[in-house]
């Protein structure tokens, strides 16, 4: 089964830019949906954005604007561009997978917007 894993987190300030990774085990060429999430302390996991396979993407009112998802099949990962950071983004973010009809989870990385 193909496994997601992100990277790219850590500490920004507010204003700031991050660029998460998502990188597949395996290929994400036939994965038809790829979402990101996050959970940040204390509140239940929101959804932030998602691709489909033909790369349409939607995102949450909250990043619109600010946050930008893409793929690149070719490298079997999905990547969050966050431009304009707030400290309310700060959150552990995970990249999901659609497989098979079941969402598999990444282990998150933590994003920390603060000064």
């Known amino acids: 089964q193909v496994q997601p894993v992100e990277s790219g987190g850590g500490l920004v300030q507010p204003g700031g830019s991050l660029r998460l990774s998502c990188a597949a085990s395996g290929s994400i060429s036939s994965i038809n949906s790829i979402t990101w999430n996050r959970q940040a302390p204390g509140k239940q996991r929101e959804w932030v954005g998602g691709i489909t396979g033909g790369r349409i993407t939607s995102y949450a009112e909250s990043v619109k604007g600010r946050f930008t998802i893409s793929r690149d099949n070719g490298k079997n990962t999905v990547y969050l561009q966050m431009n304009s950071l707030k400290p309310e983004d700060t959150a552990v973010y995970y990249c999901?997978?659609?497989?098979?009809?079941?969402?598999?989870w990444g282990p998150g990385t933590q994003v920390t917007v603060s000064s």
């Open positions: 999901n997978l659609r497989v098979s009809g079941a969402w598999v």
